[in-house]
């Protein structure tokens, strides 16, 4: 279903997404899963940054996927959450790129890659992302 997911957001059948995205999530609960739930959450998230399918918010699926994240303490989990939650933020706050709350996530972001061993991947992933 994950991997259904993401074809079928590549696709830009955002519908068909939604709903993989959704059973990947159901699966991964009954399989305790957590990296895999997190991964799904925060996949999920961003869906719906681009469109509205539910009452669900972005911010509520990813502070689920920050729990179960911090929990597991995988880096490159934790790196891709804060850039969903970077995204998030600098689409919602385009007037006001430099506010509070995105220098946090920043500095939130900083922690996670300095000095672990997926630094050099962290950093990569950062700059490459920022562009988008």
């Known amino acids: ?19 993989s995205y959704n059973e990947a999530i159901q699966k991964f609960k009954i399989n305790k899963d957590s990296f895999g739930l997190a991964n799904s959450l ?20 990813l502070e689920e996927a920050e729990r ?9 989990l934790i790196i891709r959450l804060y850039m969903a939650y970077l995204k998030l933020y600098l689409s919602e706050n385009q ?30 992933y950062f700059n490459t992302n920022m562009g988008t």
Request: hydrophobic share 35%.
């Open 42 to 61: 925060i996949s999920l998230s961003s869906i719906l940054m681009k469109k509205d399918l539910t009452n669900t918010t972005s911010q509520e699926l």
């Open 1 to 19: 279903s994950f991997f259904l997911a993401n074809t079928y957001t590549k696709a830009n059948k955002i519908y068909d997404a939604y709903n």
């Open 95 to 124: 007037k006001d790129n430099d506010n509070e709350l995105i220098n946090k996530i920043v500095d939130k972001l900083k922690k996670a890659i300095k000095g672990k061993k997926d630094e050099s991947w962290g950093l990569a």
């Open 68 to 76: 179960i994240a911090l929990q597991i303490n995988d880096t490159k």
